[in-house]
Nanobody, 114 residues
Framework: QVQLVESGGGLVQAGGSLRLSCTAS????????MGWFREAPGKERDLVAL???????DYADSVKGRFTIARDNAKNTVYLQMNSLKPGDTAVYYC????????WGQGTQVTVSS
């Protein structure tokens, strides 16, 4: 079992920045990748950014050049730096850990006002 605790969401104006953090605990040795997904009202949960234990990174096209994912393996923590935020980024952001099965955090709300 893996437990994920997220922090860092909030309300920000368009063009602003936020940083999300997610710390994993429990059976962390099985984690091969960690990432962030988001779910806007009425929409599916979509990948935002993913980073593997080896450091390979993937971003959704909509956030490339604005968001940066980073991982501290020693702290079992993944970060998502979000810059130049847009109202379209408004969603609940979920941390994910791939440990043969998916584990999810509780979600953190990000709201970007115009």
């Amino acid at each position: 079992q893996v437990q994920l605790v997220e922090s860092g969401g909030g309300l920000v104006q368009a063009g602003g920045s936020l940083r999300l953090s997610c710390t994993a605990s429990g059976d962390t040795l099985c984690i091969s990748a960690m990432g962030w997904f988001r779910e806007a009202p009425g929409k599916e949960r979509d990948l935002v950014a993913l980073i593997t234990r080896g450091g390979s990174i993937d971003y959704a096209d909509s956030v490339k050049g604005r968001f940066t994912i980073a991982r501290d393996n020693a702290k079992n923590t993944v970060y998502l730096q979000m810059n130049s935020l847009k109202p379209g980024d408004t969603a609940v952001y979920y941390c994910n850990a791939d440990c043969e099965v998916d584990f999810w955090g509780q979600g953190t709300q990000v709201t970007v006002s115009s």
